[in-house]
Structure formats: structure tokens, C-alpha cells
């Protein structure tokens, strides 16, 4: 299996700035794509951005232009810059790691508070 551990949530005033790390690991696996999702209280889950192995992005409308996904493929981590936070970027965010053998893995998630 792939273990994902996300480090650097927190609570930062509305206009604040966070960066987020997901380091995955494990035993013979690659991440051939990796990403990060949000799911607010009392909504779904939804995609935040996503990158290949060859660091091609995509991103939500809404985080267009604030966050930054990038990844390190020597170190299976992926990150996610968030800049100018707003209020309802307040969610739990989680990243995935898409694995050929172990298909896509999940972290436990970290909690992000943006205060108004």
C-alpha cells in the first residue's frame, strides 16, 4: 500500500497565505499523477488541482490564479501554494496519489481555517 502523510494546514486571516505538502511512501510504486481535493462541512468533495508526472496542471475555477500545485517526483511529494485565502477556501483538504498497482490512495487529510 501507499501511506500519504499532508503537513501544513492551519488557521490564517483572509488574504493569508498557506503551503501544503504530501509526501507519499511505500514499496514499489510511482505516483504517475498526484493532487489535491477539499470538502467543506456539509458539502462534497471537490478537485482543488491536479498534476501528471510530467507537471502538467489543472486547477478549479476558483483557485485559479491564488494556488500553485507543484510536485517533486524524487521525493513522490506534491505541494499546493495558496495565496490570497479566502473564507471559503475553509475546508479539509486531502491529497491523492494514483498509483498502476494500487490505484489512486487517499491522506487523512488537513485541516485549513480561513478567518474573515
Known amino acids: 500500500q501507499v501511506q500519504l502523510v499532508e503537513s501544513g494546514g492551519g488557521l490564517v486571516q483572509a488574504g493569508g497565505s498557506l503551503r501544503l505538502s504530501c509526501a507519499a511512501s511505500g514499496r514499489m510504486f510511482s505516483c504517475h499523477a498526484m493532487g489535491w481535493y477539499r470538502q467543506a462541512p456539509g458539502k462534497q468533495r471537490e478537485l482543488v488541482a491536479g498534476i501528471t508526472s510530467g507537471s502538467s496542471t489543472t486547477y478549479a475555477d476558483s483557485v485559479k490564479g491564488r494556488f500553485t500545485i507543484s510536485r517533486d517526483n524524487a521525493k513522490n511529494t506534491v505541494y499546493l501554494g495558496m495565496n490570497s485565502l479566502k473564507p471559503e477556501d475553509t475546508a479539509v483538504y486531502y491529497c491523492?496519489?494514483?498509483?498502476?498497482?494500487?490505484?489512486?490512495?487517499w491522506g487523512q487529510g488537513t485541516q485549513v481555517t480561513v478567518s474573515s
Open positions: 491523492h496519489c494514483d498509483t498502476m498497482h494500487w490505484g489512486r490512495q
